[in-house]
C-alpha cells in the first residue's frame, strides 16, 4: 500500500504558488512538537484516504478503495478541486474535528433554548465551523415574560450573548468563530435589528462622553475598550424579506408586525420606511444583507417543505439549512477546464462532467466519516445527505477565453456552465442512489416523482477565500483583485502578475518591461499605452466592474445553483444610498436568493473621540486645561487623494477664525486595520491643533506636513511629481495643498476686502477637492503587512501572502 502511495505521489506532483504553499504550512499540513512533517501532496493523500474509507460502508473492496482514494488525490493535487477547509484541515488527523464549514443552529424562546444554542455554538467553533441563526422566534422587546412576571429583553440583546461567547473560542487553532444573524422582517423588533450595529456606535459614542470626564485618566483608554467590546463584531447580519413585504415596497403600502410568541399583530408598518431603513443602515455600515427567504423556500434550496422550512444561513449567507443541520462543500476550479486545440480555445465540457461526477462522490463520502460535533446534527445531516458543489477560478476561464467579465457573453455563458454542472450534479447523486438508497427523506421531497437521489442538494457557490489561493486560481466567481502587485517580505520585494495576464502578455509580445512596470504601478491594464484595446477590455478588475455586473453575474449563477450564491457587491466610496436601493431591488428582480452590498470606507462605527471631552447634558465643549474646546458645530473642507492603501478623505474642520481646528482622515472599512490606522493619523493631527502653544494652528499644520511627506512604504501611487509614497505622504500633500489655498486666499482678501468667502458645509460634509484617483488597494494584511486584504465572498483574503478569515 505504501509503495502504491508513494508511486502516485511521485507521478502525480502538486504545482502550487508561493502563496499556497504559505497558507498550507501555517494553517493545514499536519504538526508533530510544532513542526510541519507533511508535504502538500501527503496532506492531499491524508485527506483522499479519510474520505475514501467511507466507501466501505457499501461493500467496496480494499482494492477499490485504494482506486477511489487514488482518484480523489489526483482531483487535489491538480487543483481541479478542493473540499472547504475544515475537511483540507482535520480529515485524516485522528484529531476528531468535524469537516464542514456551515451550520444553523434554532433559537428557541427560552432561556433555555437560547443558552443551549449558545452551548452548541461553541462546541462548533471550536472545531472549526461557522453557524447561522435565526433570532425571529424570540419574543420582542419588552413582552411578558409570564414565568417571571418580568420583560423580555428582545432577539438583539440575545444576540449580544451570543457574540461574547463567539470571542471567547478560538476556532480549532486557525481562525474565531463566524456567525450570522437573521431576524424577519415582519417582527416588532426590526427596527432595532437593522440598525443595531450604527445605534450602538451611537450609544457607546454617548456613553462615553457623559463618563469619560468623571473617570481619572488612567480608566479613560479601559472605559472605551469596554464599549468597544459591546459591539457585535463576530455576526453578519441580514434581514429575512418575505414576497408580501417586497409587494407592498413596491406598491408602497403597509405590511403587519407580528409578535412571534403569541402570533398577534403588534402594528402596521410602511413598507417603504423600512426598506429605507434597511438601505440606509447598509450604506453607512455594510449591514444588514437581505435573505429573500420565500423564495428560499420555494426552491430547490428548501428539499422537503412539507417537513421543515429554511430559517437561516451559514455566515456567508449562500448555505440555507434547516435548524440543526450542515453542509459539506467544495469548489471546482474552472480554470483547469479550458483547453486549447488547434488554437481555438474551449470550455472541456468532457473533462468537466467527469469531475462533477467525482466531486458528488467525494462530498458524499464525507457525510459518511465527518465526526460531527453533535448527534442531533449527525441525524439530521445524514436525513437529507444535503452537499454543495461549487465554483472558483470563473474569471481566470473567462480570461483564458477571452471574454469580458463585463459583458453579455460572460453572463451567457456563466448560466450555461453552472447549468452542466447541476445538471451532472444531479445526475451523480441519483446514480449513488443506485449504488447506496436516496436519502431519508426523499419520499417526501420535490424530487419524490423522479428518479431517487442521494442528496437532497447537491451545489452551492461557496466562499473560496483560501482553497482558491491553495489551486492558485481567482476567487468563486469575483472578478480579479487586481493583475500585478508588489509583495514586501523582509528585505525582498517580490513581483506578482496574474499568470493568465502574463501568459496572455508574452504569448503577444506586448508585456514588454516597460509595459509590465507601469501595469505593476497601476494595478490594471486599462489606459497603459502599448496594450492592445482588446486586451484592456478583457483583463478587468473587480473595482473597474459596474455594480449591475456583478449582480447580473450572480443571477445567472443562481438559476442552476440548488442553494445559494456567495457574491459581495462592492461599491465605490462615492456611491450613494440609491445605488444600494437599486441593487437590492435588481437582485430580487433577478432570482437571487440574497444579496449583500460593501460600499467602501461605510462607516461601521462612530468616533470615540477621548481627546475632547463633551458636557453631554449641555452640548457644548467643556474645557481642558491646555487643550481648546470643540463648538459644537464646526464647517470644513474634505479632500481626496489616491494612495497605496485606498482613497484618502481628508477632511480639515476650521474655528470661527478660519484656522485649522482638526483632522479627520477616512480610509478603507471600520474595523480594517487602515481605518485604524488613518483614525490614529486623524487624531494625533487634532490633538496637535487643538494644544495652546506659541504656534499658530496653521504654523504647526505646516510643520507636521513636512514631516509627514516623502514617508514611504511598500507601494507607491502615481508618477514623477504626483507619485503618493505612503498613506503618511498623502496626508501630508493634502495638509500643504490646504495650506497653500489659505494663503491664496488670504492675499485675495487683502485684494478685496468685500469678497465673500463661499459657503462650507457642515462638520464633516463639507464640498470635496477631487484629486485623481488611482487603482484601489486593499486594507493592509495582519500577516505580511501589505494592502492586498480585499472582501470577496463575504470574507477576508490577502492577495499577497495567502492570509484569510474563511
Known amino acids: 500500500m505504501a509503495k502504491i502511495e508513494g508511486e502516485i505521489l511521485r507521478k502525480v506532483a502538486w504545482h502550487g504558488t508561493d502563496s499556497a504553499q504559505r497558507v498550507l504550512t501555517e494553517r493545514y499540513l499536519l504538526r508533530k512538537d510544532g513542526k510541519v512533517v507533511e508535504t502538500p501532496e501527503e496532506m492531499f493523500m491524508r485527506v483522499a484516504r479519510a474520505i475514501a474509507a467511507a466507501e466501505n460502508a457499501w461493500g467496496r473492496t480494499p482494492d477499490a478503495i485504494e482506486e477511489v482514494s487514488e482518484a480523489f488525490y489526483r482531483l487535489m493535487a491538480t487543483n481541479r478541486f478542493m473540499p472547504n477547509s475544515p475537511t483540507l484541515m482535520n480529515a ?64 438583539v440583546s440575545f444576540m449580544r450573548v451570543f457574540n461574547a461567547a463567539t470571542e471567547a473560542v478560538k476556532q480549532g487553532g486557525t481562525r474565531r468563530g463566524a456567525n450570522m444573524g437573521i431576524l424577519r422582517v415582519d417582527h416588532p423588533d426590526i427596527l432595532e435589528f437593522i440598525n443595531c450595529k450604527h445605534h450602538l456606535a451611537e450609544d457607546n459614542e454617548r456613553i462615553f462622553a457623559a463618563l469619560a470626564p468623571h473617570v481619572p485618566a488612567e480608566f479613560a483608554e479601559k472605559l472605551k475598550q469596554g464599549l468597544l467590546d459591546r459591539q457585535i463584531s463576530n455576526f453578519n447580519i441580514s434581514v429575512a424579506l418575505t414576497d408580501a413585504f417586497m409587494k407592498a415596497v413596491k406598491e408602497d403600502g403597509e405590511y403587519d408586525l407580528i409578535a412571534p410568541n403569541t402570533g398577534e399583530v403588534t402594528r402596521k408598518q410602511k413598507a417603504r420606511e423600512i426598506f429605507e431603513q434597511i438601505v440606509q443602515a447598509a450604506w453607512e455600515t455594510g449591514d444588514p444583507g437581505l435573505v429573500f427567504i420565500d423564495r428560499v423556500n420555494a426552491g430547490p434550496a428548501n428539499p422537503t417543505p412539507s417537513l421543515a422550512k429554511v430559517e437561516a444561513t451559514n455566515p456567508c449567507g449562500e448555505q440555507p439549512l434547516y435548524p440543526n443541520e450542515a453542509c459539506n462543500l467544495g469548489s471546482l476550479n474552472l480554470s483547469s477546464f479550458v483547453q486549447t486545440s488547434h488554437a481555438h480555445t474551449e470550455v472541456d465540457w468532457e473533462s468537466l462532467k467527469e469531475a462533477v461526477g467525482l466531486c458528488i462522490r467525494f462530498l458524499d463520502d464525507v457525510i459518511e466519516v465527518n465526526p460531527y460535533p453533535l448527534m442531533v446534527i449527525d441525524q439530521c445531516v445524514k436525513s437529507n445527505r444535503r452537499v454543495g458543489l461549487g465554483v472558483m477560478g470563473w474569471a481566470d476561464m473567462l480570461m483564458k477565453l477571452m471574454i469580458p467579465y463585463d459583458s453579455e457573453t460572460a453572463v451567457e455563458l456563466g448560466g450555461r456552465v453552472m447549468k452542466f454542472i447541476n445538471e451532472a450534479a444531479h445526475e451523480a447523486s441519483e446514480r449513488l442512489a443506485e449504488e447506496r438508497g436516496a436519502f431519508p427523506t426523499w419520499p417526501n421531497s420535490i424530487y419524490a416523482t423522479g428518479k431517487p437521489q442521494r442528496n437532497a442538494t447537491v451545489t452551492t457557490i461557496a466562499p473560496t477565500g483560501t482553497i482558491s489561493i491553495i489551486a492558485g486560481c481567482s476567487s468563486g466567481i469575483e472578478p480579479i483583485f487586481a493583475l500585478a502587485f508588489q509583495h514586501v517580505a523582509g528585505d525582498r520585494k517580490l513581483t506578482f502578475v496574474n499568470p493568465v495576464f502574463e501568459m496572455a502578455g508574452l504569448t503577444s509580445g506586448f508585456l514588454v518591461p516597460e509595459v509590465r512596470e507601469e501595469i505593476l ?141 482638526e483632522v479627520f482622515l477616512t480610509v478603507g472599512r471600520a474595523g480594517s486595520d487602515v481605518s485604524a490606522d488613518a483614525e490614529t493619523i486623524g487624531r494625533l493631527l487634532s490633538l496637535a491643533l487643538r494644544f495652546e502653544a506659541v504656534l499658530s494652528p496653521r504654523e504647526r499644520l505646516f510643520w507636521i506636513s513636512k514631516q509627514l511627506e516623502g514617508i514611504g512604504g511598500s507601494h507607491s501611487t502615481g508618477m514623477g511629481p504626483g507619485k503618493v509614497r505612503s498613506l503618511a505622504d498623502g496626508v501630508g500633500r493634502v495638509l500643504m495643498a490646504y495650506l497653500e489655498d489659505k494663503e491664496i486666499q488670504d492675499k485675495e482678501h487683502e485684494e478685496k476686502k468685500h469678497h465673500t468667502e463661499p459657503e462650507q458645509a457642515a462638520a464633516g460634509g463639507g464640498h470635496e477637492k477631487l484629486v485623481p484617483v488611482g487603482a484601489r488597494r486593499g486594507d493592509l494584511c495582519p500577516s505580511c503587512g501589505n494592502a492586498t486584504l480585499v472582501l470577496e465572498e463575504g470574507c477576508q483574503k490577502c492577495h499577497s501572502c495567502g492570509h484569510s478569515e474563511c
Open 521 to 661: 504601478k497601476r494595478g490594471m491594464v486599462r489606459g497603459v499605452k502599448g496594450v492592445p484595446d482588446e486586451f484592456q477590455r478583457v483583463f478587468v478588475t473587480a473595482h473597474e466592474v459596474a455594480p449591475e455586473w456583478h449582480i447580473r453575474h450572480q443571477a445567472a449563477f443562481q438559476a442552476s445553483t440548488d442553494n445559494g450564491v456567495s457574491k459581495t457587491i462592492n461599491l465605490t466610496h462615492h456611491a450613494k444610498a440609491e445605488d444600494i436601493r437599486r441593487a437590492y431591488q435588481m437582485a430580487y428582480d433577478l432570482g437571487c436568493l440574497g444579496i449583500t452590498v460593501f460600499r467602501d470606507g461605510s462607516k461601521g462605527s462612530q468616533v470615540l473621540n477621548a481627546g475632547v471631552r463633551e458636557d453631554a447634558k449641555a452640548g457644548h465643549g467643556k474645557k481642558i486645561k491646555g487643550i481648546k474646546s470643540r463648538p459644537p458645530r464646526v464647517h470644513g473642507t474634505t479632500s481626496v487623494i489616491a494612495t497605496p492603501v485606498g482613497s484618502a478623505f481628508v477632511t480639515i474642520n476650521e474655528d470661527k477664525n478660519g484656522e485649522p481646528l
Open 92 to 155: 485524516g488527523k485522528g484529531n476528531n474535528l468535524q469537516y464542514s464549514a456551515c451550520y444553523v443552529l434554532p433559537v428557541e424562546d427560552s432561556i433555555e433554548g437560547i443558552f443551549e444554542a449558545v452551548k452548541r455554538a461553541a462546541q462548533i467553533h471550536q472545531s472549526g465551523g461557522g453557524t447561522g441563526f435565526s433570532f425571529s422566534r424570540l419574543r420582542p422587546k419588552d413582552a411578558e415574560v409570564k414565568s417571571t412576571s418580568g420583560k423580555a429583553s428582545g432577539p
